[in-house]
């Protein structure tokens, strides 16, 4: 369809436009309401995004790395990837354990080859969080057999046992939500830090005035905003000057981040906007 509206409506995008092309029976140029859930898929297409737009995007891609959720007990595993969408289980790990009398050896064997395979598939792909979960005690076996690199990464959490069921029951805890959006301020820390370190060095241009000026120059190679700022410019009628900044940052290979967290106080206090110069 050709979209003419689109809006949330009790937490449901509602999108309405005229429908171009369809199968056989269903009438070209008819007007079609369609709702989109959380996680459904569709295809947008676009002429030309706005820099604001393509910044939000461009973040939303770079943030959303998945989380790995490893459910474990003495005798079995279950590896799930952890994304907006959800919990998506990869594949599980049975080992053959003794009961009781030989534990103490068996469990080490097992726990060894969890680590390894564990350490395997986090070499294949970059994920935001490790996170493993057990009954009782068994988080500390696998820890002692992880590498110290992927060790010091790990999130230790309980569950009642390994199976789909429990994997929900481990996403939602309260204590996983902190630690991710903990990784989101530490992001945005370590970017309004460095523009700091460079007002500091005179290497920084912040202020809408200064930043346009350096920007249209080609003389930005970092750009830091804040939500609170967009939204007033929106709420202005300005916006058409932050994306012109926007554009001009993003033409010349520079990045553009958009601050949402705690952090964004500090650039608010720098008048919203600023940016890493390049002279």
């Known amino acids: 369809i050709k979209v ?7 937490g449901v995008l509602r999108v309405v436009g005229t429908i171009t092309d369809a199968p056989e029976g269903i009438p070209r140029g008819e007007h079609q309401a369609l709702n989109v859930d959380v996680g459904s ?3 947008v297409t676009k002429e030309e995004w706005s820099p604001l737009i393509d910044g939000y995007l461009t973040e ?5 790395k998945a989380s790995l959720v490893v459910l474990f007990d003495r005798e079995e595993a279950l590896f799930a990837r952890l994304n907006e969408q959800g ?4 594949f599980t790990v049975q080992g053959a354990v003794e009961k009781k009398d030989q534990a103490g050896q068996e469990h080490g064997n097992f726990f060894s080859e969890l680590a390894r395979k564990l350490e395997e598939v986090v070499s294949h792909e970059d994920f935001e969080q ?13 820890l002692e057999e992880l590498i110290p690199d992927v060790a010091k990464r790990v999130i230790s959490t309980t569950c009642s046992d390994v199976s789909t069921a429990a994997l929900s029951e481990v996403v939602r805890k309260p204590e996983l939500k902190k630690s991710l959006e903990a990784d989101a301020t530490s992001r945005e820390e370590a970017a309004v830090e460095e523009i700091l370190a460079g007002v500091s060095k005179d290497g920084a241009a912040y202020g809408i005035v200064e930043v346009e000026e350096k920007s249209l120059r080609g003389g930005l190679k970092n750009l830091v905003t804040t939500e609170t700022f ?6 202005d009628d300005t916006i058409d000057r932050v994306n012109t900044i926007f ?7 520079g990045n553009v981040i958009i601050l949402r967290t705690a952090a964004k106080a500090k650039i608010d206090g720098l008048g919203g906007i600023a940016g890493l110069t390049r002279w």
């Open 4 to 10: 003419e509206k689109a809006g949330l409506e009790e």
């Open 87 to 90: 919990p998506e289980v990869l």
């Open 230 to 235: 967009i939204e007033k410019n929106q709420k």
């Open 41 to 43: 898929e569709l295809e």
């Open 247 to 253: 554009n001009a940052v993003k033409q010349t290979g």
């Open 60 to 64: 939303a891609k770079q943030s959303g």
């Open 130 to 142: 490790i996170i493993t979960a057990s009954p009782a005690f068994w988080k500390e076996y696998l």
